[in-house]
């Protein structure tokens, strides 16, 4: 990228991710003021068309962030296009919400702008299912065998976005007549649907298989990078499984995991505190043993205890539990981190136990040679390099 494009695409990326900040919260605003939202709390649309704006917000930060600090890679373009799509559905769905639930006066809006509103989501989740799988972390394809993928992944969203820009004309024609309710698709189009579906599904294996290839063949920045993108990417799918029963909650447990899913993504990018993911990990495992621990221990007081003395909901049986759970949270945590380190994290608790023993080493052992042996001996057993030298300066080792 020469100097002279650098700068231009900068201000190109914080402008797109302006702009949909703007849009974002100009639809959620309308939302909020139609007080659709608020009356239909178990519509699942209506929560995504409320989480949306967020969603979009969370793109353009990351993506913008990305493409500023990261110019040459083109995950920030990939994350902005998605939340300058999501923004342009929000600030639709709230004025439409608005005009039929809360007696808005319909403005003549072109039939263009309609239209594009109506398919705009095929291109933002073609490029988080597809594309963003296939180029992370680098921005490029795994390798040029993979181009095949790529091309396969460019046809099929455009062949979704096509059937889909076709079918929705008349749900297009409708809104312009100021018509509500569900518009029927034209039968013809259900076979070419079938077959755009069916190239799009072949491209999500193909490109979420291009990540396995890619973690397989990594080392170093690139591995963590990926480690950080399949966390994102679990809970983000368990997010979206959650999320089929209509109801409001798990439309929210949805949006978390596409929330997090990006945050992943950026941390993975920018690479800040990327290294910390084992730790988190085990952290988070941890104390959610803790917890579900403490909380067996408390119910087991609280229930089992009071029901064999008559008084479950005595105050000094409930205060009693809660001096327990207290005093038991500091010895539990630290006997359930280190049960977990041993299993889960055994390299790094390794480490630790060799520089411990060396340490106690060092406070008894007076010869130069034996701690010569012993520091050489750590470095092996917490780094484990190639090779491993030591050089100590005569003067001072005479003068010691």
């Known amino acids: 990228m020469t100097t002279r494009a650098l700068p231009r695409s900068v201000f190109w990326a914080k402008f797109v991710a302006a702009t949909t900040i703007v849009l974002s919260v100009a639809g959620t605003v309308e939302l909020l003021l139609a007080g659709h939202l608020a009356d239909s709390a178990q519509d699942l649309t209506d929560q995504w068309f409320g989480g949306l704006g967020l969603v979009a917000i969370c793109l353009a930060l990351t993506g913008g962030l990305i493409a500023v600090r990261r110019p040459g890679n083109r995950i920030g373009w990939l994350l902005l296009v998605p939340g300058l799509c999501y923004s342009l559905i929000q600030v639709a769905s709230g004025y439409g919400q608005g005009v039929v639930y809360a007696g808005w006066t319909p403005i003549d809006l072109t039939w263009p702008v309609v239209w594009v509103v109506l398919w705009s989501w095929v291109p933002a989740l073609g490029s988080i299912a597809l594309l963003i799988p296939l180029l992370f972390p680098t921005g490029h394809l795994p390798s040029p065998r993979w181009r095949p993928v790529g091309i396969l992944a460019f046809v099929s969203i455009g062949a979704v976005l096509v059937v889909t820009a076709i079918a929705v004309v008349p749900a297009a024609d409708a809104i312009m007549r100021g018509e509500t309710g569900e518009v029927p698709t034209p039968g013809w189009l259900a076979p070419y649907m079938s077959f755009a579906l069916l190239l799009a599904g072949v491209s999500l294996v193909m490109c979420i298989a291009s990540v396995f290839v890619r973690f397989h063949r990594a080392t170093g920045v690139e591995r963590q990078q990926l480690r950080w993108f399949?966390?994102?990417?679990?809970?983000?799918?368990?997010?979206?499984?959650?999320?089929?029963?209509?109801?409001?909650?798990?439309?929210?447990?949805?949006?978390?995991?596409?929330f997090v899913f990006i945050g992943c993504i950026g941390v993975a990018i920018l690479r800040y505190r990327l290294y910390d993911l084992g730790r988190?990990?085990?952290?988070?495992?941890?104390?959610?043993?803790?917890?579900?621990?403490?909380?067996?221990?408390?119910?087991?007081?609280?229930?089992?205890l009071g029901a064999a003395l008559g008084s479950t909901g005595s105050p000094v049986l409930i205060a009693g539990a809660t001096l327990l759970v207290a005093a038991l949270f500091g010895p539990l945590r630290r006997r359930v981190q280190a049960a977990v380190d041993r299993r889960f994290n055994r390299r790094r608790y390794d480490a630790e136990q060799a520089l411990g023993e060396f340490a106690a080493t060092l406070r008894d052992e007076a010869s130069l040679e034996q701690v010569r042996g012993d520091l050489l001996g750590t470095v092996w057993a917490t780094l484990q390099p190639a090779a491993a030298s030591l050089w100590l300066n005569a003067s001072e080792r005479r003068s010691s």
């Open 230 to 258: 399949a966390v994102g990417g679990v809970v983000l799918a368990l997010g979206v499984v959650a999320s089929f029963p209509s109801a409001w909650w798990t439309a929210l447990l949805a949006l978390v995991g596409l």
């Open 280 to 304: 988190i990990v085990s952290r988070a495992l941890a104390y959610a043993v803790v917890t579900a621990l403490l909380v067996g221990v408390y119910a087991a007081v609280v229930v089992g």
